[in-house]
């Protein structure tokens, strides 16, 4: 009835018994979040200057060739993070802040209580609304991953509920190493899936020196390689 239910032994205080605390719906604390591409940044115009003054930072003379792109894709990742954080900012709370003035200028001109153009004032503050809550439609599809299902819908709350379902089956308790011992805290399971994999890989990586030239096809121009 509760997966993810968790006892707690709490301190004991002026007597001989130790209480329990029961979480019923426990969650993990959150992990690093992985840094993904937002669909709904194609809408802002400045995005391409953005991407094209991450790709040309600076980088460091002489590295190989696959350590030049490693910091490239770097400095691009940083960039749009910073890029995201000053100017996107927080969508919910951004989509919020907007329907709160459309509802005070409907209020205010029902009121009589409007002076100015209140028509422009309207649509201007309409359009950001629609915008910014079409953004987040995008947002919540992304990670939804309905292609089925065409955007324009206002299908948000599809996508939020269909995000939370897939995060909760995705979810991870509790791991079984081959030994037979279990882990459930979040750090011992990552530890050992960390070990596991360096275990089973490691003695099998080979360099990119080791790799025969003709097992990729060559793509890059020379004058890109230079740049």
Known sequence: MFPRAEVRVLASRGSDHTPLMIDTDAN????RKP?????????????TNIIQQGWNCLITPGISPTGLIHQKLCNLRHKLQQWSKQV????????????ADVQQLLQSDQQGFFFGDYPCMMRVATNKLFALEHQLELFWAQRARQQRLQ??????????ATVK????????????????A????????????????????SSKMETLSEVPPDVFPRKLSSE???N
């Open 28 to 31: 993990p604390p959150p992990g």
């Open 88 to 99: 996107v900012g927080d969508l919910p709370s951004r989509a919020v802040l907007a329907e």
């Open 35 to 47: 840094f993904r591409f937002e669909k709904f940044w194609a809408g802002y115009s400045e995005l």
């Open 182 to 201: 279990v882990y459930t805290n979040m750090e011992d399971i990552k530890n050992y899936v960390v070990s596991y994999f360096w275990d089973h890989w």
């Open 151 to 160: 955007e324009g819908d206002r299908n948000t709350r599809f996508y939020k």
């Open 165 to 180: 379902n897939r995060r909760t089956r995705n979810r991870i308790s509790n791991i079984v190493s081959e030994t037979g």
């Open 224 to 226: 890109w390689q230079r």
